[in-house]
């Protein structure tokens, strides 16, 4: 199965990343639309489409008023956006108010927390450490699974840990080099470390991060080595990667 990394950065983009935006074209299942979303429509597959969000903040949701273009001449019967039951109202009132964008694109709101799967995609959702909550997502097929945990904060305690055991691929955020645990804490999200021994502690076999920081604008803005020596099977996401897994 194909995992698209069409957005992997966090907060605005910049001249290496959109923001968060995956897609599992096969599936026609979307993780988070940031601002890469516009980039889903070169890889439709399916004749419909649910987009899971990890919560409203801007970066994750943005997106959604994109959906018009992603769409056009598209044979897409359904899109659904799922979101946290509480965060539906206000992203519908807000985001699409009428002096931001008075039509709403062609897709339904539903709860995240009812959607227990896609097709033979079992779909676990759990709530995360962040300011205003956060959800993360595992993703199980038959023979395979996923996990796509953005927006927290990593350590080895955190209660998601249960939730991601011995995936296959854990998708995590990582927004902080080291040296900024502080910062991370304070604004919830995570440093490299801090991920690195989440993913060795939960037993998944392969890791990338994403929802990098966009100020740290380099090749190498988590310090790759670091993570490496904790948990050697990482990689670090960037757009238009395309992960087998």
């Not at 605005?12 to 980039?39: K, N, V, W, Y």
């Not at 339904?108 to 300011?131: N, S, W, Y």
């Not at 993913?199 to 994403?210: D, E, F, I, M």
Request: proline share 6%.
């Amino acid at each position: 199965m194909k995992l698209l990394l069409l957005g992997s950065g966090g907060y605005h983009p910049s001249e290496l990343r959109q923001t968060a935006c995956l897609m599992l074209p096969s599936e026609g299942i979307i993780l988070d639309a940031g601002t890469a979303i516009f980039r889903v429509r070169e890889h439709i597959e399916t004749s419909t489409l649910d987009i899971l969000l990890s919560h409203g903040h801007l970066d994750h949701v943005i997106g959604l008023t994109y959906l018009f273009d992603v769409l056009y001449g598209k044979e897409v019967d359904r899109v659904t956006a799922h979101i946290e039951s509480t965060k539906i109202k206000p992203v519908q009132e807000h985001l699409f108010a009428d002096v931001l964008f008075p039509v709403t694109p062609p897709f339904d709101f539903a709860p995240v927390e009812e959607l227990k799967a896609v097709g033979d995609c079992q779909i676990r959702t759990f709530p995360m450490e962040h300011p205003g909550g956060s959800t993360g997502f595992r993703l199980d097929w038959p023979d395979r699974s996923l996990a796509y945990i953005t927006d927290t904060i990593a350590s080895p305690d955190a209660e998601y840990i249960e939730h991601i055991k011995d995936v296959d691929l854990l998708v995590h955020e990582c927004y902080f080099p080291d040296g900024l645990d502080e910062k991370a804490t304070l604004t919830g999200h995570s440093s490299a470390t801090n991920v690195a021994n989440v993913a060795k502690q939960s037993g998944a076999k392969n890791l990338v991060l994403v929802h990098v920081n966009p100020i740290f604008n380099t090749e190498d803005p988590i310090g790759m080595d670091v993570v490496n020596d904790i948990f050697p099977n990482t990689r670090l996401g960037t757009d238009g990667m395309e992960i087998e897994f």
